[in-house]
């Protein structure tokens, strides 16, 4: 699954060598942020509910899928991975990593890392608003997001051959899978998620895909606005 960020996300955690943000960004070992599954997991459930609300034939697929009540029993059939950078990019921090370890700098590594999640992420700041909408704090607070425009992927991997309603009803979550971390309604994490077969697909054809696993269309005929097709 590839996850295009549109905007800034707040993928709220713990760094691996600490940014000194009053709200840090979850990273690997390697300061490379990365969104955790259990959060992905959280947010493709409640897409699938939506598109069974609009289909209530996906039902069966989406208990298959995810399981019933939120339980992460042994019954699912997806397993998703953390959707990290592309392999390529994990490869060369982890070499740079290697060479400043083999040369016996543990504060040189260190300074890597930091610069790793510098190079991934920026600081905001701004100050803590209460419920009705006064300042609840003078201090200016900063947060750390990660950059618009990376591109994660989250392995997905079956415990058995997918159906086709299966597939159907994970892409229409994907499709409906639009935002992750905190701040939503101030319009952070906006994302795209699509179903790819490989990390370097392109979003275009990657969307192409997840619409036809779908079933859905965006035809000229119908406005422009997705529609299921009618067998």
Same mark, same amino acid.
């Given at each position: 699954?590839?996850?295009?960020?549109?905007?800034?996300?707040?993928?709220?955690?713990?760094?691996?060598?600490?940014? !000194? =943000?009053? $709200?840090? /960004?979850?990273? *690997?070992?390697?300061? #490379? %942020?990365?969104?955790?599954?259990?959060?992905? &997991?959280? @947010?493709?459930?409640? !897409? =699938?509910? $939506?598109? /069974?609300?609009? *289909?209530?034939?996906? #039902? %069966?697929?989406?208990?298959?899928?995810?399981? &019933?009540? @939120?339980?992460?029993?042994?019954?699912?059939?997806?397993?998703?991975?953390?959707?990290?950078?592309?392999?390529?990019?994990?490869?060369?921090?982890?070499?740079?990593?290697?060479?400043?370890?083999?040369?016996?700098?543990?504060?040189?590594?260190?300074?890597?890392?930091?610069?790793?999640?510098?190079?991934?992420?920026?600081?905001?700041?701004?100050?803590?608003?209460?419920?009705?909408?006064?300042?609840?704090?003078?201090?200016?607070?900063?947060?750390?997001?990660?950059?618009?425009g990376l591109r994660l992927t989250a392995p997905l991997r079956w415990t058995r051959t997918p159906g086709p309603e299966e597939?159907?009803?994970?892409?229409?979550?994907?499709?409906?899978?639009?935002?992750?971390?905190?701040?939503?309604?101030?319009?952070?994490?906006?994302?795209?998620?699509?179903?790819?077969?490989?990390?370097?697909?392109?979003?275009?054809?990657?969307?192409?895909?997840?619409?036809?696993?779908?079933?859905?269309?965006?035809?000229?005929?119908?406005?422009?606005?997705?529609?299921?097709?009618?067998?």
């Amino acid at each position: 699954m590839l996850l295009d960020l549109a905007s800034p996300a707040v993928f709220a955690g713990t760094s691996a060598a600490g940014t !000194a =943000a009053d $709200s840090d /960004v979850v990273t *690997d070992a390697h300061g #490379l %942020p990365y969104l955790p599954r259990q959060r992905i &997991a959280a @947010r493709l459930r409640d !897409a =699938a509910v $939506s598109a /069974v609300r609009a *289909d209530p034939a996906l #039902l %069966p697929a989406a208990r298959s899928l995810f399981g &019933a009540s @939120r339980k992460h029993g042994p019954g699912r059939i997806l397993r998703i991975g953390h959707a990290a950078p592309s392999e390529p990019v994990r490869a060369a921090v982890a070499w740079a990593l290697e060479q400043r370890a083999g040369e016996g700098s543990g504060d040189a590594a260190s300074t890597l890392v930091r610069a790793v999640t510098d190079a991934f992420t920026s600081v905001e700041s701004g100050v803590a608003i209460d419920g009705a909408g006064a300042s609840a704090d003078a201090r200016l607070r900063t947060v750390r997001v990660v950059d618009a425009g990376l591109r994660l992927t989250a392995p997905l991997r079956w415990t058995r051959t997918p159906g086709p309603e299966e597939v159907r009803c994970l892409a229409r979550a994907a499709l409906a899978f639009t935002q992750a971390g905190l701040k939503a309604g101030r319009g952070r994490g906006r994302l795209d998620a699509r179903l790819a077969e490989t990390s370097d697909a392109e979003a275009d054809a990657a969307h192409a895909r997840t619409l036809a696993w779908a079933d859905v269309d965006t035809g000229i005929e119908s406005g422009g606005s997705v529609r299921e097709r009618r067998m």
